[in-house]
């Protein structure tokens, strides 16, 4: 008789402790995904070949006016955060300029910052590029992480000037850009 009184007590205290362990339904609902007709960047602006005839920003700012079409090669950097959170907009600085990963014994957790550059060089040197719409605005959407778009990446791009002033702003929307494949170690 003390048999099947002690199996249902085991069996009562086992499902209450099953019930105990099961964790708790969510009480806040999933994140609410992008919406699939929400911005990107086209596709088509990712191009197979470097565009022709490259130069570094400080040549190209030097002749630039609003409006002209330019191609220039740099490396993605200039700030300890290159992309700008939900644009695509994103900081690159001439490959003549050594990104911190470059100079021996420098350990910078942030290589593509350039924070050993002195500031003139940096307002030479540095410019901004980003992907707009239709009417010049940057589009709503982060560009890192994009085909390859990430900090010291080597980037080839072809744009239209969209900002160039004496305060040091460089602005290209892109129209074309080639991003390189890192060499392998």
Known sequence: ML??????????????AAFVAKPPAPTTPPAPKAPANGPTIPSSAFVTEKPKDAKPIAEVRKSAKKGDTVVIEAKIGGRAEPFVKNRAVFMVADRKLKSCDEIPGDNCPKPWDYCCEPPESKKVNMMTVQFADKDGKPLKVGAEGVNGLEPLALVVFEGTVAELDDKGNFVVSVTKIFVEKPAKK
Request: aromatic share 0%.
């Open 3 to 16: 048999t099947p009184l002690v199996t249902a007590i085991a069996t009562i205290a086992l499902s209450a």
